[in-house]
């Protein structure tokens, strides 16, 4: 079996194999009122159909927006098309702001909290229940802490010089057995994304009060809750975690392995969720009462993927064809950047995904994968300490984040080099070396700069306002790039019409719609 190195050169042969990466990001934000709170309001009608807009929809709740960009195999064409995403939308946002960070701050009452509304359709309703039941069983607050996805997919050329001449479903294995190696490489190295771009090391008081947590925080004054050297408090058990799904032992040895699983879970009963009713006094308060009512619901830092066709659930798609990318979760929203994201972290991840598949990965049983899952954890709660230690597997040996990030980025620095000669410049390079100096200097991560805005302005609060407002401020003064505001104007008035098609399209009753869909749990 090919080493590493060999694998690079291998790959590098020919440029198209890394020139020709596809890349897609989703942001989530949550409006604001200039003073700060939580936005009441419902989905600005000039953004369009939530249900239906290709560029601007919600997530979890009304104010929760999501921006998403198509597939581009250019960094500054992605980063452009998501500026001018938000620049849109700042213009039908009257005077609300994005609150910059990834945890919520000054929430009031859960029931503040209105779920995000899809219209009448059965598709649409099924989309608010899904919500309902979120709310349910984790309350409202969690679900909108906010974060970025990154899509990336490897292109035809990388695939052709890594496995040579195939058929097609041989091709379609090897690729899903790539990226399987891919995200089991992912859990044992990942815990470098939320040191370096970790970005949520405090909370407001509005939150945690809302929790049970056995967490030592220490106090800046204004009601933010910090641990000093947290890196993402967003990955901890504060944030997206399912204790139910601790029991589902979901594997990632294979693309057979993960469906079983994943199947499991979705048909899985849970005692807990039962005790929430699935529909109480004729109203629905979730979709069905197993472990997860929906793949989706299946928190994972990073996930297998394929585009689904016509009606298809996520699992009936990666049966039909494979992986064909895969989605990164765990990134927190980059405060001091306007679109949450910067062309660093892009890069970065781009460096990084790369490495991780053309390193060796053995399978990976639960118990290991319990052992990689404790490093992220360390991290994400202590990751700036200079003394932590991180386990190397499940042996007694253990080594500092600084050597094994260091260890890391050797290797990083070769697929930089290849990466730039390709593309005919050093840009990949020229971020490995700002990022390097993270390594060494803790303070000037993400984590580490906002923690000390947060201690010099003494609160989450005033650093929060203080970001939005220059970020709304610098698309006031930018002109848009990709798009055009015609464009823009004409996708939203396109959503409406599409979201009402098929509001009327719709033959059955809900009730109908939703036995159909879960005909194959029964």
């Avoid at 291998?10 to 200039?34: C, D, K, M, Y």
């Avoid at 994972?300 to 689904?308: D, G, S, T």
């Avoid at 001091?336 to 598949?357: C, H, K, M, Y």
């Amino acid at each position: 079996m090919m080493d590493f190195s060999q694998r690079l050169q291998q790959v590098s042969a020919n440029p198209e194999a890394l020139t020709q990466i596809g890349r897609g990001l989703e942001r989530e934000a949550l409006r604001i009122t200039p003073q700060g709170e939580l936005s009441a309001e419902p989905h600005p009608a000039g953004l369009g159909s939530a249900l239906t807009n290709k560029w601007v929809t919600t997530d979890f709740a009304e104010s929760l927006l999501e921006f998403i960009t198509p597939v581009s195999q250019n960094v500054d064409h992605l980063l452009s098309q998501l500026s001018d995403i938000h620049q849109f939308t700042y213009s039908k946002l009257d005077q609300e702001t994005l609150w910059p960070m990834s945890m919520p701050c000054f929430v009031g009452r859960e029931d503040d909290i209105t779920l995000a509304q899809y219209g009448s359709s059965n598709s649409g309703r099924m989309k608010t229940l899904y919500r309902e039941g979120l709310k349910h069983r984790y309350g409202s607050v969690m679900q909108v802490i906010s974060g970025v996805h990154f899509n990336f997919s490897f292109p035809d050329a990388f695939w052709d010089q890594l496995f040579g001449e195939q058929d097609e479903l041989a091709r379609q294995d090897s690729v899903s057995d790539a990226y399987f190696a891919l995200i089991r490489n992912y859990y044992r190295f990942g815990w470098l994304i939320p040191y370096l771009f970790g970005a949520s090391p405090a909370l407001c008081s509005s939150f945690v009060d809302k929790t049970n947590t056995s967490l030592n925080f220490e106090e800046v004054g204004n009601g933010t809750y910090y641990l000093p050297n947290a890196t993402a408090l967003r990955l901890s058990d504060l944030g997206y975690t399912n204790h139910e799904q601790s029991s589902l032992k979901i594997g990632f040895n294979s693309l057979e392995q993960y469906l079983d699983g994943l199947r499991r879970a979705i048909r899985t009963p849970s005692e807990e969720f039962a005790k929430i009713g699935v529909k109480v006094d004729g109203q629905y308060r979730q979709l069905n009462d197993n472990v997860l009512q929906i793949e989706n619901e299946l928190y994972a830092p990073i996930r297998p993927k394929r585009v689904a066709k016509g009606s298809e659930k996520p699992s009936e798609a990666l049966a039909r064809g494979g992986v064909e990318y895969i989605e990164v979760r765990s990134l927190d929203v980059n405060p001091f950047s306007p679109i949450g994201i910067n062309e660093d972290q892009v890069r970065f991840l781009d460096l990084f995904l790369t490495w991780a598949v053309l390193s060796p990965s053995a399978s990976m049983d639960d118990a290991e994968l319990e052992c990689w899952r404790d490093n992220w954890n360390r991290v994400v709660l202590d990751g700036r300490n200079p003394d932590l230690q991180l386990k190397i597997g499940c042996g007694g040996e253990r080594l500092s984040v600084r050597d094994w990030s260091l260890r890391v980025f050797a290797e990083l620095d070769q697929v930089a080099e290849v990466m730039d000669a390709a593309a005919g410049n050093q840009n990949y390079q020229q971020t490995l070396s700002r990022l390097k100096n993270w390594i060494e200097d803790p303070a000037l991560t993400l984590s580490g700069r906002l923690l000390a805005e947060i201690k010099q302005q003494q609160g989450i609060g005033k650093v929060g306002r203080s970001l939005a407002d220059a970020h709304a401020n610098a698309f006031q003064q930018r002109q848009l790039t990709f798009y055009s505001q015609q464009e823009f104007e004409q996708e939203a008035e396109a959503s409406k019409e599409r979201q009402q098609q098929i509001e009327l399209g719709d033959e059955v009753s809900f009730e109908q719609f939703l036995d159909d869909y879960f005909a194959d749990l029964k």
